[in-house]
């Protein structure tokens, strides 16, 4: 890896955003670690951070270049206002391009990647599932903008029209099943739509959105890109086919004017933390995925849970509490029909629900635990259960969400239990 030694004044230097820096066949990891060395100055191995809203012009007055000249393929020199680019965020925004295989613009939230998406793409109808319920608070906004219609997911195709979107959450919020993406990419491009994707709880590595035809994913990069519950962040990836098309340039520059950026204090914790996205990411879908058996074989006996099967007792204390749980890697179905496996190779997002079999149950459960917090988010490290109707006003009151960090799974799986057994002997108790 070259590290050139760089005049911030020069643009010759300057390269373009998701341009492959000659890491194509690096691992994830690989990438996460190495993919921004091409903007390392002097000898700092951990990037500095850079706190500066505005950048001192050239002093050669012949080298002055007005910001309409501006090169927008060539985010990674010659700073101008923090609103625009700036040296944390852009060289995040490196990485981010790179791993997400599209060039990536971020914003201050997921939610205000979203608004930029709607402002960029401006659909006169818009094909959504439930999923993240904020999402629909952003549509409501611009309905009373521009009249956006709501069309449900799985509307007729005919209903679709040229530059509307099919916009699919997947893994879904937040029950954590996982949707075709190739069937939603072949309906809307037949019908002249695009197919948005909101890839939040499945990052790199568990899956690759454009592989099955998206034309923008966006990630709430305050879940696993973030990953340790600390940094607000929204990411629009484009396609490279659209790309071509100015897209990415057209997010950007709608990004100075809705002033939505990323602030330079998250840019640079953004770049510590995607650093362990791969090992963070696949210890958390396998930890969630072991729970998910564990808890499914007490409902399901007649199910193969192997090792991770739970005892008789342990089964009996399960049943007692537990209603139903829902997850990726459930969908048998799907599995069999061989698109989910494709889809999502890697294992499955590190998030399930859990339904109880009373409210009261699913409002106590919380403060039965020791290594779950009860809050709200997703994708830190440390584990987190939200008994979800505290905000989210459409789901079952008795659903709690339940998000897996890196603590060792079966110190989870001891701590879901002794609260499940809390919670049951409580209940005699009352009865
Ligand atoms: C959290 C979340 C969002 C919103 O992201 P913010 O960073 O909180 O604005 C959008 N979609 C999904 C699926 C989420 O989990």
Not at 6 to 26: I, K, V
Not at 70 to 76: F, L, S
Not at 412 to 420: C, E, I, R, V
């Amino acid at each position: 890896m070259e590290t050139p030694v760089t005049d911030p004044n020069a643009s010759e230097n300057a390269q373009s955003a998701g341009s492959d820096h000659g890491l194509g066949n690096l691992s994830l990891s690989s990438k996460t670690v190495h993919a921004d060395d091409f903007l390392n100055k002097g000898q700092d191995v951990a990037p500095p951070l850079h706190v500066s809203t505005t950048f001192r012009y050239n002093r050669d007055p012949e080298k002055l270049t007005t910001w309409s000249q501006h090169d927008p393929k060539a985010p990674y020199e010659g700073h101008i206002y923090s609103r625009h680019t700036a040296p944390n965020t852009t060289r995040f925004e490196a990485i981010l391009s790179e791993i997400l295989k599209g060039p990536a613009v971020t914003y201050a939230s997921g939610l205000s990647a979203f608004h930029a998406l709607l402002i960029f793409l401006n659909p006169k109808r818009i094909s959504i599932g439930e999923g993240y319920h904020g999402c629909h608070g952003v549509i409501e906004i611009h309905q009373k903008l521009t009249g956006i219609k709501k069309l449900a997911l799985d509307c007729a195709e005919e209903e679709l029209q040229s530059g509307d979107i099919v916009h699919v959450e997947t893994p879904l919020n937040p029950i954590g099943t996982a949707y075709n993406l190739k069937a939603f990419a072949e309906k809307a491009h037949r019908r002249g739509a695009y197919l948005t994707v909101d890839a939040t709880f499945g990052p790199p590595p568990l899956q690759d959105p454009f592989l099955w035809g998206a034309d923008i994913v966006m990630h709430s990069g305050t879940k696993y890109i973030g990953g340790h519950s600390d940094m607000l962040c929204g990411i629009l990836a484009v396609n490279p086919a659209r790309a071509k098309d100015g897209w990415y340039e057209g997010l950007v520059k709608e990004r100075l004017f809705v002033g939505n950026v990323m602030g330079s204090m998250e840019g640079w914790l953004g770049i510590r933390s995607v650093r362990t996205l791969e090992v963070r990411v696949e210890r958390q879908a396998d930890s969630a995925t072991k729970l998910v058996r564990w808890l499914n074989a007490a409902l399901h006996p007649e199910n193969q849970a192997g090792a991770d099967a739970p005892s008789p007792d342990e089964a009996k204390i399960i049943r007692n509490v537990l209603e139903q749980i829902e997850h990726a890697s459930l969908q048998e179905a799907d599995i069999q029909d061989g698109w989910l496996l494709k889809q999502m190779p890697n294992g499955f997002g590190p998030v399930f629900s859990i339904t109880l079999k009373e409210e009261g149950f699913a409002r106590r459960l919380p403060s039965k635990l020791d290594l779950f917090h009860h809050a709200t988010s997703l994708g830190g490290v440390e584990s987190l259960i939200e008994w979800r109707t505290m905000t989210d006003p459409y789901v079952d009151t008795r659903l709690l969400r339940i998000s897996v960090g890196i603590e060792g799974w079966e110190d989870l799986k001891a701590d879901l239990l002794q609260g499940f057994k809390v919670l049951a002997d409580e209940d005699k108790f009352v009865k």
